[in-house]
């Protein structure tokens, strides 16, 4: 009989962490970073026992909901691969996750420097098949490569933060147009 360190995850374990972070992923979207941890528990329908079972600190939760970003990121490359567009597509599908996700770079920002470069790495093996893929369908820029791409998204996070606290939203919606020009040859979605 294995022991508790070998043992699967109980199915209702599963659920449970699952609903919160769907729930994390509505509530920091709806009302910011900062809202009470118990409004998540509350929408996951399951106690603050439970929650701090799964996530012991808010920055626990938001890392654990910024990994399932990145697995997101991965899957949806992969649904892309075949299409000339595919990365325009995906840079879109990443900025409306940093729409959602507005806030969590500050909760992030004292999270281990090894693992946001693994997601990191991870997030640009998700782009470079369809950046080839869009450079020789002449959807991207001939000097735009990987990096640049990346870049565009803490630009994108700042035009974000800045619109927020102007009370501005479409200046966010601008700074997307512009960097989109700036990355790819297709007009702006």
């Known amino acids: 009989m294995p022991d508790d360190a070998q043992r699967a995850p109980r199915r209702d374990a599963i659920r449970n962490r699952e609903r919160l972070l769907a729930a994390a992923r509505q509530v920091f979207a709806e009302r910011g970073a900062d809202v009470a941890l118990e409004e998540v528990a509350r929408l996951a329908e399951v106690s603050r026992t439970t929650l701090y079972r799964h996530f012991t600190a808010r920055e626990q939760l938001a890392a654990a909901v910024f990994e399932e970003n990145v697995a997101l990121i991965e899957r949806r490359a992969v649904e892309l691969r075949d299409a000339d567009d595919g990365i325009v597509t995906l840079f879109g599908f990443v900025l409306d996750q940093q729409r959602a996700n507005r806030g969590f770079e500050r909760l992030l920002s004292a999270a281990d420097l090894t693992w946001l470069t693994e997601l990191s790495a991870r997030t640009i093996a998700a782009f470079e098949p369809l950046l080839a ?22 630009m994108a996070a700042g035009a974000m933060a800045d619109s927020d606290r102007a009370g501005r939203p479409e200046a966010a919606d601008r700074a997307r147009t512009m960097l989109h020009r700036a990355l790819f040859t297709d007009p702006a979605d």
């Not at 893929?133 to 803490?154: H, K, S």
């Open 133 to 154: 893929r869009g450079r020789a369908a002449g959807i991207v820029r001939p000097a735009v490569d990987v990096e640049d791409v990346m870049l565009a998204f803490p």
